[in-house]
């Protein structure tokens, strides 16, 4: 695709509830990251896949978030029994390789509204 | 980890002035500076970023500067316009495997 897509782009759930949100990234880029971003608030690192390397997973704020990469292509990100915290906007990423430090491109994010 | 710190949280500036941003990083391994742009509503974008082998880069009204040693480095936007609100921020890499982590962002506000 043209860009980094992101769905749904709204998300309105109740508290207990789980969901999943997903992630396209740019064809060919290995590197995936997930933002959180609270409303007017900077962006919190949440989690990174780099290839076939292990995930970082030190900015997961609980074990009811966790997050899966097929391959090189889509993420979803998972938070189970949601909470009014979790309430934030969640940015993805992708950048050709880390390593090298390359441009990451975001997607428009998931607005997720806990009740 | 790395630790980036990010001043001010907002800054207002008449249109035609500079303004500048500044972030301190604790990673001295760390080579690779970028900052983003966050108009309201839509995602951040990248502006200018810089490598730890030079001291400055500009890209016409933007620029940025790097100092190692004191492990900083700034935002400068020279004649400001009102389209240039929005938040800024900047970002270092961390980790073993060097994702980035940002700063807390700036409000920048132009003022007609």
């Known amino acids: 695709g043209a860009g980094v897509s992101q769905s749904p782009s709204n998300k309105v759930t109740e508290k207990g509830k789980d969901v999943e949100l997903r992630c396209d990234p740019i064809?060919?880029?290995?590197?995936l990251y997930w933002y959180r971003q609270r409303l007017g608030q900077g962006l919190e690192f949440l989690i990174y896949?780099?290839?076939?390397?292990?995930?970082?997973k030190s900015g997961l704020p609980s074990d009811r978030f966790s997050a899966e990469r097929t391959g090189e292509s889509v993420s979803t990100l998972t938070i189970q029994r949601t909470q009014q915290e979790d309430s934030a906007v969640y940015l993805c990423?992708?950048?050709?390789?880390?390593?090298?430090?390359?441009?990451?491109?975001f997607g428009s994010g998931t607005q997720l509204s806990v009740l | 980890g790395e630790n980036v710190e990010q001043h001010p949280s907002t800054l207002s500036v008449q249109e035609g002035d500079s303004a500048v941003i500044k972030c301190t990083y604790s990673?001295?391994?760390?080579?690779?500076f970028p900052w983003y742009k966050q108009e309201l509503g839509k995602r951040p974008q990248l502006i200018i970023d810089?490598?730890?082998?030079?001291g400055e880069k500009k890209d016409q009204r933007i620029a940025v500067t790097l100092n190692k040693t004191a492990k900083h480095f700034s935002l400068h936007i020279t004649e400001t316009q009102p389209e240039d609100s929005a938040v800024y921020f900047c970002?270092?890499?961390?980790?073993?495997?060097?994702?980035?982590?940002f700063g807390s962002g700036t409000q920048l506000t132009v003022l007609p």
């Open positions: 990423a992708s950048s050709r390789d880390s390593a090298t430090n390359e441009k990451l491109f």
């Open positions: 064809s060919g880029h290995t590197a």
């Open positions: 896949f780099q290839g076939n390397s292990a995930p970082d």
């Open positions: 990673d001295s391994a760390s080579n690779y």
């Open positions: 810089i490598r730890s082998n030079v």
């Open positions: 970002a270092a890499p961390s980790g073993s495997a060097r994702q980035l982590t």
